[in-house]
């Protein structure tokens, strides 16, 4: 099977590249778009609901708020554009807001960004699949029932996908990402035609009414409110970095070609947001955070759903929850919004692996090549952002919540970092065009920095209490662990600085050759250990069963074998101990000396048979480690059966196009 | 922590004895009785209330079948002790019903009672647990609504306690039979008296009425329920075998001794389950297997529930639900029931490892000393029996329909397998008194093999629907998957076969060592290649980042190692691949050579240590033991840290005692 679909693959994806041929393979601009922008894009298509739905705690009076707050995100999200085009051009290795904050505020800042990005990518997952399958819903509302298993469902298969390594493919990828810009964009034009010439689309909910939860709001709540419905219109900006990590994939000049698309990402992000927002203004577009305080809901509101903004959009602009158009705005806003969940699972390893570069996490997430770690990596990702799922009901409005937190301290720091950037540079250049150059990007990175950092404060006041306090939690449990585990490989590097008069010499080896029965794969270790003529060689055996011993003593006098056999005694029927207390003697005998345990292992090709076989000997092999002056060889018999393993497997791994790795 | 609880096990249970030694440590039969009869003696407890419940499925009318029923339980019980009796002298080895069927009967039949054997142990534990929590409820009936929790709760208390090694302590453990015994046999003779003296006890259910779920039964179906209620009955059979797997654990004369207590405890459960099931009858005790089916019942028989029989007796008898004897009963009866299903997970063990040294299991469940086997072993029987639990409410009666047929399978398979032993004694011996002796064993099992073999056939009939299918799917597989092991032990031992001329010399070896950087576990790992003297030694790295490798190459030449260092190109960024591909060319080159690859491993001491490191080296030596010619050597390297594993511990296993190992 392996070696059929593997030939399969090939066939479809074309043979891997080499590292050193990687620059033919860089993404162009018109590819890096679609598969950087997704997960920012994809959000607009649940920002403008936030808000609303946070106004209408108010009841329908406040909603004229919404231009207002619209107006502020939008701003927002220029600013941190802007900020990120210098961020791309300063650090182009592709470490992003991590590199930024760790060069210029120190590793202590990089790390808490480094777990801000880890909650992020998790709270991606989960807030994008929550808000595809919302979309799902509102074009097959018989499905509400299902919803948090339909979320469940798309995650399993979102992780079964990455586990079997999905080829991040770029051209295949770029489609949903511009059929659902295309869309949004026909539909805003269309709508805005159609109020320009005095037939506006009117939404199914326009002529709902809100039984507000708050009444009689003092001056004091109305601010507090409008900054709530703010700091949830943020989540627009969520993604809004992932260019930044992805600056190796562009062609060169690298820099340049990101900040430019960084600016086309924007400027889309920007037009699509401000037009959803406008036509839900126009087309009195209603929902509630509790379908039950919508007056005119039709059908029970404790069982059904209430469609999104987009949906209700898309359907008054379009005629009607069965026109093409509807459908159209539908599929392709579940797609982007579960292709967003996916980049997570592409970002996470490539996080891992600069974390693990850095010793904050296990070296082993650094190299390639090993499917093991990532596997745990995306299962990991997978089973937390299912729990959160199941935790907060799938419910979008929910875990936004908790989303935000993680994506503004990085934002905050990182620009704080990028203005200690240019103060630096400025102390080292003195050409005048540049200094222009560098002052006017310390403004941007400065207005960014308080901008973002305002944010964080207000989302974290007005979202704590509302699910973010796990975020405060989980953002400096991270840091600890990950300081923790730099600190025990930096102990270990200093318990293992070289000797600069390296090892002392041994000056004898003594093997052991382990036997409990005389067949093949012992012989091969007596032969192997022979031809290794070690300055003394036995074999020996621990007298379990005093039958199988006298066995064992018969059949090596038969086969006339030339190397001694000692039988251990074991008076409790236990294998190690006797072994460890005869190595232990020999060691003490001749200190200077060092003993090669030859154990013969066989090698099986199907998991189970590991059941079966070589349990002892590696429990055995793990306990003489701890004895110094020791070295253990496995001697391999493979069995027939292990020709069944497959042991070529074409590698690609989740995060790869990111890399510039295809 | 580890040293200062075994000082105390130390102080607390002795010095452990050598197997030389074990002689003088061996059962007396007051020791040996409560300790192989706990399981025998506690299935009384729920025996006769087991009869009642199927009886009064067709009203109280066809209640005065109980003494009929419960004379034929009697007479069953009386044959299956004799002729175990035979059993435990014609096999002191402790084999038990399995050993008889294997060596009479053939290694298939032996099988199947191996795997009715281990269905046997979960609802040992099962069943027993379900039956103690009933009768703590019938003391404390405000726990009702808690009875699965309370069910799983004591059997985490009995996994647990058995992980940690509880110590089968004859003297403790003898304690709670003996009062059991001693309680109920004063309750039966309390409880005649006061009926011989005019003062009958009443128990508090005797006015109530039961509602027949079966009207107007034919003569057919009257038969069928008592079969029905018959096969109930024959719980009180369970465990019977018990002394039959433990003889070794028994003083000289073992046979005979063993035979004794067989007797004794024959003799203790036939009278204990006559007097209660008359007292039963006396006392007028009612219950039915729906608690809304007994009319009288005091509060709502949908959320409370019946007492066992036992508790309503023990409450008739000594005067009421708050005397003493009450108390005193319901607690020992607890108390051997928890008892009995401990007895399984010491019994588990036992047979595993005899199933094992037969290669029917995994090899390292034959060898001592092996905690890690012994702890899946209790894991896997305490989750099934939890899920048993679950999935039957906790319910004595539903699990008891699953109990039956594993224990009727082994007693029907083992007398079968005794006939033909006396049979083919009876060939041999010449001897008149010998030949009289051993006809009447004939006889004895003859009617075993009949009684046991249509109690059998009864028990599937009538239990099959109950739940009873769930076993005789569980056993077969069982069967299939134990032949599996087999076939596969025999399969590798013939590929494995000794070469008469033994294995070929090889004729040079040349030596790798590992290494990634320059540190004092690659620096002992080349002395430890230099002291072994190979034909050739060469480092070796693999370039998967150019500034680590140019890094290493320095030191290399700053430490002026005397060991030529090769950098092996990876372009894909792998460890493993390059390295497989350089090694298989070097083969090709010398195919009678061996190549020796030493990798320099850290030691650690705590687990989460071993996430930090090793990971790629145990990945390459777990690849390199497929090639053929390849021995892998791991040079430890042991970090401070390893000193915190505490690597000797005090060996006590579930089962010793049973075992004969003090």
Known sequence: MGSSTSVL??????????????????????LALPIFASDPLSSVAYATQEIILVLALAG???????????????VLLAVVVLSYRQVVQAYPSGGGSYEVASRNLGPSAGLVVAGALLVDYIMTVAVSVAAGVDNIISAAPELNPYRVLINLVFLAILAAVNLRGLRESGRA??????????GVLVMILAGLGRAAVGHAPVAESAGWDIRPEHVGLSGLAV????????????????????????????????????????????????????????????THTRVAEDTCDLAGFPGDCTTQAQRTVIAQIAAAVFGGDHSIGFYYIQTTTALILILAANTAFNGFPLLGSILAQHRYLPRQLHTRGDRLTFSNGIIALAVIAGVLIYAFDASTTKLIQLYIIGVFTSFTLCQAGMVRHWNRALREVKDRAQRLRIQRGRVINAIGACFTGVVLVVVLATKFAGGAYLVVIAIPLLFLVMRGIRRHY????????????????????????LASTLHKPTQRALSFARAARPDTLTAITVNVDDTDTRE?????????????????????????????????????????????????????????????????????????LFEPGVMVTSVPWQLRSSAHRDLERADHLPGDVRRGIF
């Open 173 to 182: 990828f770029a489609v949903p990402t511009y059929l659902f810009v295309v």
């Open 9 to 30: 693959k090939r066939l479809v994806v074309g043979r891997p590249f080499r590292s050193d041929q990687l620059h033919h393979e860089l993404l162009p601009k018109r």
């Open 490 to 513: 930096q102990r270990v590097r200093q318990e293992l600085e070289p000797d600069p008069a390296g090892d002392l010499l041994p000056s004898r080896i003594h093997a052991l050759v």
């Open 60 to 74: 329908t009076a406040f909603l004229h708020l919404t231009p207002w707050i619209g107006l502020a995100v939008v």
């Open 223 to 282: 601010a507090f409110l409008a900054l709530r419905a703010f700091s949830s219109g943020c989540t627009a900006l969520t993604g809004a970095e992932a260019i930044s990590n992805g600056v190796p994939a562009f062609r060169k000049p690298k820099g340049l070609n990101a900040a430019r698309t960084m600016g086309a990402m924007g400027i889309l992000a920007i037009v699509m947001f401000a037009g959803i927002t406008v036509l839900a203004l126009i």
């Open 552 to 624: 064992l003593q018969r059949t090596w006098e038969e086969h006339r074998v030339k190397v001694p056999l000692k039988v251990l005694e074991s008076p409790y029927r236990e294998i190690t101990r006797p072994l460890v207390t005869y190595i232990k003697n020999m060691r003490r005998e001749s200190p200077r000396d060092v003993i090669c345990v030859y154990i013969p292992e066989y090698v099986v090709g199907r998991w189970w048979e590991n059941l079966l076989h070589n349990q002892s000997a590696l429990r055995l092999k793990g306990r003489l």
